[in-house]
């Protein structure tokens, strides 16, 4: 049976930090990716790890968020900095089309 849970999530203020991770059964996490859906929005993409490492991140988060890997734990990390009022949103991960049942982050003001 697969399951994908994320956690982490929270209340941040503004230019503040926050880790989000993301566990894993029955699927490797590898690669996977992270989408968020703010309320009112599509859901929208924000970061792949890739099976070695490697990263990509959507225009909104770049150069704010990290992404990580620890495959002995099967787990996933999604490292965001400098967070704003628009990051606000549920954040899901997925791999091999397996869903988490998301995180929520608010960030205030």
């Known amino acids: 049976q697969v399951q994908v849970v994320e956690y982490g999530g929270g209340l941040v203020q503004a230019g503040g930090s926050l880790t989000l991770s993301c566990a894993a059964s029955g699927v490797i996490l590898s690669p996977a990716d992270w989408y968020r859906q703010a309320p009112g929005k599509e859901r929208e993409w924000v970061a792949t790890?890739?099976?070695?490492?490697?990263?990509k991140f959507a225009d909104s988060v770049k150069g704010r968020f990290t992404a990580s890997r620890d495959d002995a734990r099967n787990t996933v990390y999604l490292q965001m900095n400098m967070v704003k009022p628009e990051d606000t949103a549920v954040y899901f991960c997925q791999a091999y089309n397996n869903w988490g049942q998301g995180t929520q982050v608010t960030v205030h003001s």
């Open positions: 790890i890739g099976t070695i490492g490697s990263t």
